[in-house]
């Protein structure tokens, strides 16, 4: 089982980045596929999480801003970042049933 994450980078604020996060191994439509994130010094942390009936959810920090989204076809979930703020700077990691992937770097600097 593993999770392959990709899509960080540098963005300017008020941008926008869309990561991805391959799934392979595991029955992907069953599965809670989830986003965390970690900024230096701090915590993990939930950034947002989609259930296989596509419910989803979101903290108050990136509600609005940011969407999870899945395409079971392709064994892929989605997280689209906008309105990119200095404070969303933090290695973004993808969850499914106790997998975590490897973290992908987003930093939000002018």
């Known amino acids: 089982v593993q999770l392959q994450a990709s899509g960080g980078g540098l963005v300017q604020p008020g941008g926008s980045l869309r990561l991805s996060c391959a799934a392979s191994?595991?029955?992907?439509?069953?599965?809670?596929m989830a986003w965390y994130r970690q900024a230096p010094g701090k915590g993990r942390e939930l950034v947002a999480g989609?259930?296989?009936?596509?419910?989803?959810n979101y903290p108050d920090s990136v509600k609005g801003r940011f969407t999870i989204s899945r395409d079971n076809a392709k064994n892929t979930v989605y997280l689209q970042m906008t309105g990119l703020k200095p404070e969303d700077t933090a290695v973004y990691y993808c969850?499914?049933?106790?997998?975590w992937g490897q973290g992908t770097l987003v930093t939000v600097s002018s």
């Open positions: 191994g595991m029955p992907f439509s069953i599965n809670i």
């Open positions: 989609i259930t296989r009936n596509d419910k989803t």
């Open positions: 969850y499914s049933e106790g997998v």
